[in-house]
């Protein structure tokens, strides 16, 4: 898709996305993603196997999930027909930005491989919310009601931990070789990739459920006297952090721009290949005006490393950025942009209006209405 900016390229990536993976790289907020006149925003897939997948966002009322015109009763549920990997500018700062950025990455591609996993995340949520919101009322006090409600955030808080660190720390250790594959290939030989888990929680012993389970509850309750002080809690998962290491050293520190951007790179293409290995198929790849932020080197390196073994759906301002033998395939695939914005159905969200008519792929065909 070429088109001058903000015309909606990455809007109608996004909508792949939300279908995809229920979640946007740019928004935590639903209300973000509906025009601000309309109520409600509806997008549609008819993926590969003409299955019919719709998730309509509302105001109130929250979300609803659909597949083939029946109701959901859970939105993970609508996760598998599409898969895809996102890769924007915004990834960029994957590497340099704060813990939460990378926390953010693996979930998503744990998210893909198991969609469960967003149940456990959801969970996880709201049992540290509410904990919060008990230290803020006033804490532990005399109180034996008190007390027996803590015991219960331990021992609920101390199982989804576990099974969430479990399953971060399995992600990890399948993308790791992966990754340090690509950086090697992208950066010529000259760097060593390596990806660390660090958890929030100490993880004593082998991987196994019981053992961590009993263990963390047990730093929950050794952390009480600090979590009342502070008002937040000292362990779990909402404080791990993924270290990524170049040639021994932190790629967040010491990377130069270069190796840093490299560095994203190499995770987002490990992402592709685990979730093409695991789930037997290659899921589509948004490229969302990435390129800009690439010397031609690195464009090119991407633009090769996918070839055709998968579906992209590419946004740029201009073609210059696409180089040799990669721009001369595909030169007959590219739309110009913008689409006639639709007036017919006032109840569209921002990213509908800008839409029109459906964009069709092979994967899916896509529309908002």
């Known amino acids: 898709m070429i088109g001058s900016n903000g015309v909606g390229k990455s809007n109608l990536l996004e909508s792949v996305e939300l279908l995809g993976s229920l979640r946007s790289h740019r928004c935590s907020q639903d209300a973000d993603l509906i025009h601000w006149n309309a109520s409600r925003s509806l997008l549609k897939a ?27 009763q859970r939105q993970m549920d609508l996760i598998g027909p599409l898969r895809c990997v996102g890769f924007s500018a915004l990834d960029l700062h994957l590497v340099r930005g704060e813990p939460a950025l990378r926390r953010q ?42 007390q027996v409600l803590l015991d219960s955030f331990d021992t609920q808080m101390a199982l989804v931990c576990t099974r969430i660190h479990r399953r971060r720390r399995r992600a990890l250790e399948r993308l790791n070789p992966l990754a340090a594959a690509w950086q090697q290939r992208l950066s010529q030989g000259h760097e060593q990739l390596e990806l660390r888990y660090a958890p929030g929680s100490l993880l004593e012993g082998e991987e196994a459920e019981e053992p961590w389970r009993l263990s963390i509850e047990e730093q929950l309750r050794r952390q009480r006297p600090d979590e009342e002080r502070l008002g937040s809690c000292r362990v779990g998962p909402h404080r791990d952090e993924i ?42 790849l948004l490229l969302d005006d990435v390129l800009a932020e690439l010397d031609p080197r690195r464009q090119l390196s991407l633009l090769e490393a996918v070839g055709d073994s998968h579906q992209c759906l590419v946004s740029a301002t201009h073609l210059d950025a696409f180089e040799g033998r990669w721009r001369q395939r595909h030169s007959s695939q590219w739309y110009s942009w913008p689409v006639v914005a639709v007036e017919s159905a006032p109840e569209l969200s921002n990213t509908s209006r800008l839409y029109g008519s459906s964009t069709r792929c092979s994967r899916c065909r896509t529309s908002t209405s």
């Open 46 to 72: 008819t993926c590969v196997d003409d299955d019919l997948v719709e998730l309509e966002l509302r105001r109130k009322g929250g979300r609803q999930a659909r597949r083939n015109g029946k109701v959901l």
């Open 105 to 146: 990455w693996l979930d998503r591609v744990v998210l893909q491989l198991e969609p469960v996993y967003g149940d456990l995340i959801g969970r996880y949520n709201r049992l540290l919310r509410q904990r919060n919101q008990f230290w803020r009322r006033g804490g532990l006090g005399t109180s034996l009601e008190q």
């Open 243 to 284: 270290e990524l290491m170049l040639n021994g050293t932190a790629a967040r520190r010491f990377g130069s721009a270069g190796q840093q951007r490299t560095t994203v790179l190499a995770l987002k293409l490990a992402e592709l290949e685990l979730v093409a290995e695991l789930c037997g198929h290659p899921p589509l």
